[in-house]
């Protein structure tokens, strides 16, 4: 008998809600100020591919902080936002301003069976701290896989998280080891792999085909 599946790790917070999604988004910053320093490491990934028509999506786009970041420095990139809150969606059109004109909001949960069904292909496939809420580890190389199916040829995805270890985060069912995000990866189908900046709790990986 095939044993049972560990059970996922319950959310504290319900970002659905604007109260909670507005709190996540004054408290980022604040809380790791250096995120701006991948912000400008995946804009620099995705500037080789800055040709006319980039087409970008963010998985778990939030409040359009990485979203401003990208589309302020690639004015050719066209961008998809998907999120699976509402209350996101809100502040990223907020925070965005007229940028917003370039960005394609989809609410759609990635925890979900066939999230991508309904999506094109895209040069590039970006996340920043979302991979975390599949809210188990367990669930990351499928995402993975979802992801890279996404891909054009030559296409990149370009994931940042929180890392299990020395500086890292504790609980081991809901975040990996730098080791264990380069296997889940491998598994989704990525050949290629690169851990291009780890600081302050957060590591950032390239994979392509």
């Not at 701290?129 to 809210?135: F, S």
């Amino acid at each position: 008998m095939q044993a049972d599946s560990p059970p996922d790790v319950p959310s504290p917070v319900d970002l659905r809600k604007m109260d909670a999604a507005r709190d996540w988004a004054k408290s980022a910053a604040d809380k790791r100020p250096w995120r701006v320093e991948f912000f400008d490491a995946i804009t620099q990934e995705l500037s080789p591919l800055n040709a006319a028509g980039l087409s970008v999506l963010e998985l778990g786009s939030g409040p359009g902080f990485l979203a401003r970041h990208i589309l302020e420095a690639l004015p050719s990139a066209g961008y998809v936002a998907l999120d699976f809150s509402p209350a996101m969606h809100a502040l990223a059109k907020e925070h965005l301003g007229t940028l917003a004109d370039r960005v394609q909001f989809l609410e759609e949960d990635f925890k979900k069976p066939h999230w991508n069904a309904r999506l094109s292909r895209f040069d590039a496939v970006v996340s920043m701290q979302a991979v975390h809420e599949l809210r188990h580890k367990r669930h990351a190389a499928s995402l993975y896989q979802a992801a890279r199916q996404l891909l054009r040829s030559g296409g990149r995805f370009l994931m940042c998280d929180h890392f299990v270890g020395k500086e890292g985060m504790s609980d081991t069912a809901l975040y990996m080891t730098t080791d264990e995000h380069e296997r889940a990866l491998r598994a989704g189908g990525f050949t290629q792999v690169d851990l291009l900046l780890r600081k302050g709790g957060l590591a950032l990986f390239r994979a392509v085909t």
